[in-house]
């Protein structure tokens, strides 16, 4: 069975801020914004919220099919894949287009500022659906509008159950196109701040926006997550855990709820599995970690994500 992830595959430039960028941006100047932020650490990393999801669901032994579209420049990241065991196939070369880069600038609270460039990515509208009849389920993870609202309607026309996953993409969209996403997707995975812009959008809570669909997971960082259904909230709380880099922790937890979902799970065995994983890739610094999945089947069993590493 595979799970089709559709989203960016991006080489990433993180920059470590050791101050707080509450402490330099100042709300009255937005409007004149000129800073430059010290990075006190800097690396360079395969990154893209569905390679991302594909090694979080990977490391469950899930089977990954990320489809989307990269550049002149991927064969590294490529060959990275495949290294990985994540298939390729899914994945269109644009020998004229770069592959998408993210500029990522972390503060020492874990807030992030981001700068994205889609390269070929912003052509994969216009991609066949892949040659795989065993999909069972998939995401669509932030890419950019035109390729977001063309996969959206293949997961539809193929009868796939997806969940919407609209991150820092989420402005691109009115507050109609928003709802009529939300209705299509088996459920909505967003972040807290994520979740101020869709009901600055649609007027809607998370709450209300539960029943609309199967279930809405919001996440809040280190304090884990929750799960929204007809409109009810059950808080799943994150494992305490020494946190080393938070980027990617959400994409993690993408991959924990594909890995429930694909299992017919209900939703907060689904957030249990996503907690963990989050949780896991947030005591990694870069983009590489393990986690051995008999660890997240345990957690799902006790019906919580603590001491999930005994």
């Known amino acids: 069975m595979s799970v089709i992830i559709s989203g960016s595959i ?16 100042r709300a009255e100047a937005l409007d004149r914004l000129n800073v430059t932020l010290q990075a006190d650490s800097m690396r360079r990393t395969y990154g893209g919220c569905a390679a991302n999801i594909a090694y979080s669901l990977k490391q469950l032994g899930g089977d990954p099919l990320v489809w989307t579209a990269v550049g002149r420049d991927a064969d590294d990241y490529l060959r990275h894949l495949e290294r990985q065991g994540i298939r390729t196939d899914g994945v269109t070369v644009m020998p004229n287009e770069w592959t998408a880069q993210c500029m990522i600038t972390t503060d020492r609270d874990g807030n992030q500022l981001a700068t994205f460039s889609p390269g070929a990515m912003a052509h994969a509208d216009r991609l066949p659906w892949p ?36 991150g820092q993409t ?12 939300t209705r299509a997707a088996a459920c909505v995975a967003f972040s807290d701040y994520e979740a101020l812009m ?15 669909t199967g279930a809405i ?25 020494e946190a080393a880099d938070p980027v990617g922790a959400g994409d993690a937890y993408r991959g924990g ?54």
Not at 199 to 211: C, D, G, I, V, Y
Not at 263 to 269: E, F, K, T
Request: hydrophobic share 40%; aromatic share 8%.
């Open 10 to 25: 991006a080489y990433d430039t993180v920059f470590t801020h050791e101050g707080r960028f509450a402490d330099t941006l």
């Open 131 to 166: 040659d795989d009849t065993g999909i069972v389920c998939g995401i669509l993870a932030p890419s950019v509008r035109s390729t977001l609202l063309a996969h959206a309607k293949a997961f539809v026309s193929h009868g796939i159950p997806f969940i919407f996953d609209p």
């Open 170 to 181: 989420t402005p691109l969209f009115s507050g109609d196109e928003l709802l009529a996403l």
């Open 198 to 212: 869709i009901e600055e959008h649609t007027s809607l809570s998370p709450a209300e926006l539960s029943r609309l």
């Open 217 to 241: 997971f919001c996440t809040h960082g280190s304090q884990g997550s929750s799960v929204w259904q007809k409109g009810e909230e059950t808080v799943i709380p994150a494992p305490k855990v």
């Open 257 to 310: 709820l594909l890995w429930g979902m694909e299992r017919g799970l209900d939703a907060v065995s689904c957030a249990i599995a996503g907690t963990v994983m989050g949780a896991a890739k947030a005591t990694a610094a870069g983009p590489s970690y393990r986690i051995n999945a008999d660890l997240v089947e345990k957690a799902v069993r006790k019906g919580m994500p603590f001491d999930c590493r005994s």
